[in-house]
């Protein structure tokens, strides 16, 4: 037998969903020479995942893939709730988000769709994803990472990478190689999840949400007219022979409460709802992202959204350290920083997950009694309102402990989301986060910089954007004439109250931290 071909690249990214194709596209743009794998046959063609929160689409600006986003998906307009057959409550979600996000709303988007679209922009950068590829297995060596791969027509092949990245999903080989434990468990009940083609008052393009006292729907509205996702769950007769399950076996009691026609089923699938987190997301030149790193219930549209945040967050940071930009240390950051909002993010899901799917009587009573009444009183509440959005649209997720966090000015902490407020940036009218498309370091000030920092920023190549003070600045929590440093994802470093220039230089010195060119 002949001996393994051996290639070799900066990054080998296994597995091909939303989390490794963003990560792959982040970094080619920052010049990383990427290797992306998938032992799937071919793309998905079926998914369960639809939602598409504001923190997506704004990192998704900076790679200039968001306005295809929002024209290719179905915004999410209002949500319906029905309890025991009766529609009980609408929430109109049209301004959750105003004056937060440059997109005050939620979008779907079915991850299918959405994997082809980021395929395509990877292979506008001259990135084609190797499907039928499979990791065989891995090692650390000689400060490299030496990769089995097993080629479409059953040949072995070599891959020496600098840093490997597991975004291979819950049964990651990464993962089980690396022997990182990965904890939780499954809840009881098996969900089936469909794509159709129905009529009728639910299939309005609004979400709907229907509980009784065993049974669970959510209907998401797709772009095209007549179709819909829906998921819900399978009754504990029929779990035992889930492999066979067929949408024939599914109950329609509630389907026709609604009422929705359906017409045709696309396709069908059942799955089994896990909550985990893997025990660390780093191991020596190894990263977990996504699925591979954490999973939990679909409560709140998070789980595809979670994974992409990983991979960005880790893509900047491996850019600096590839290119020479940073020491290797930086990367020590990427797992606390993530691994923190991932833990958070299960338990608060399962929470929620839990006490919508819960048979006992006080679930069951808060579910179908209680929660009806209190739910659209708090929702009149514009603070209400402005938390869900900010919780659901991963806003509020912040780095305050990360080491690479400093200070406070106005409101805003290092390691806070750069607020988003309208400006005019150096004379030019756009919002503050258009710079941002540049993917690297920058210095904002909200009001006059002085000419220390305009030195600094020159001597470091750093962008300087300095935007007229406006109030909404301050009402967003910014503080006139401060310096803030964010990072290339958009986070921020370091905020300085004074507004001067040796908090940037010291930050960067004690972090050996280079911006590019």
């Given amino acids: 037998m002949n001996a393994p071909s051996t290639r070799d690249t900066d990054v080998l990214i296994v597995g091909a969903g939303p989390t490794g194709l963003v990560l792959a596209l982040w970094l080619a743009r920052l010049g990383v020479r990427v290797r992306v794998v998938d032992k799937k046959a071919e793309p998905e063609t079926t998914s369960r995942a639809v939602a598409v929160q504001a923190r997506t689409l704004e990192l998704y600006t900076q790679l200039g893939l968001a306005g295809a986003v929002v024209e290719r998906g179905r915004k999410l307009v209002a949500a ?163 492999e066979t399950l067929s949408w ?39 990263f977990l992202l996504g699925d591979a790193a954490h999973i939990h219930s679909p409560v709140g549209g998070q789980g595809m959204n979670t994974g992409i945040g990983d991979a960005v967050n880790l893509a900047w940071k491996l850019a600096a350290v590839l290119h020479g930009r940073a020491n290797a240390s930086l990367l020590d950051s990427y797992g606390p920083e993530r691994i923190a909002f991932a833990r958070r993010l299960v338990a608060t899901t399962d929470r929620a997950f839990t006490g919508v799917t819960n048979p006992g009587a006080i679930a069951r009573q808060v579910r179908l009694d209680i929660a009806p009444l209190l739910m659209p009183l708090l929702l009149r509440l514009a603070a209400v309102r402005r938390f869900m959005f900010r919780t659901v649209s991963q806003t509020a997720v912040n780095y305050r402990g990360s080491s690479l966090s400093a200070g406070r000015a106005g409101a805003v902490q290092g390691g806070d989301r750069l607020p988003w ?45 300095v935007f007229a003070w406006r109030p909404e600045m301050a009402r967003a929590g910014l503080r006139r004439d401060a310096v803030y440093l964010v990072r290339p994802d958009g986070y921020v470093a370091l905020a300085d109250p004074v507004g001067g220039a040796a908090a940037v230089t010291s930050y960067l010195d004690a972090r050996r931290l280079t911006p590019a060119r």
């Fill in 80 to 242: 319906n709730l029905w309890v025991a057959g009766k529609h009980k409550a609408r929430f109109f979600f049209g301004d959750m988000g105003a004056g937060l996000s440059p997109f005050p709303y939620a979008l779907v988007f079915p991850q299918d769709e959405h994997e082809r679209l980021l395929t395509d922009r990877l292979a506008e950068l001259g990135v084609e994803v190797e499907h039928r590829t499979e990791l065989l297995g891995f090692e650390e060596a000689a400060g490299r990472v030496l990769a089995r791969l097993k080629r479409p027509d059953g040949v072995p092949e070599a891959c020496v990478a600098v840093y490997i990245a597991g975004c291979d999903g819950a049964h990651s080989t990464v993962r089980e190689t690396l022997e990182i434990g990965f904890p939780g468990g499954a809840y009881a009940h098996l969900f089936y999840v469909a794509d159709v083609e129905a009529t009728g008052a639910a299939m309005n393009g609004e979400v709907h949400v229907a509980l009784d006292a065993t049974d669970f729907l959510a209907v998401f509205p797709l772009k095209a007219e007549k179709r819909a996702r829906l998921v819900g769950t399978i009754g504990e007769e029929s779990e035992h022979r889930h």
């Fill in 248 to 286: 024939n076996d599914v109950s329609k009691r509630v389907i026709e409460w609604m009422p929705i026609d359906v017409e045709r089923v696309n396709w069908f699938s059942t799955y089994r709802v896990h909550h985990r987190v893997a025990d660390q997301f780093r191991k020596g030149r190894a």
């Fill in 421 to 465: 407020v309208k400006a005019d940036a150096n004379g030019a009218g756009q919002d503050n986060f258009t710079p941002l498309t540049s993917l690297n370091w920058q210095v904002h000030v909200y009001g006059r910089a002085t000419s220390e920092v305009q030195e600094v920023c020159d001597r470091r190549t750093l962008a300087l954007h």
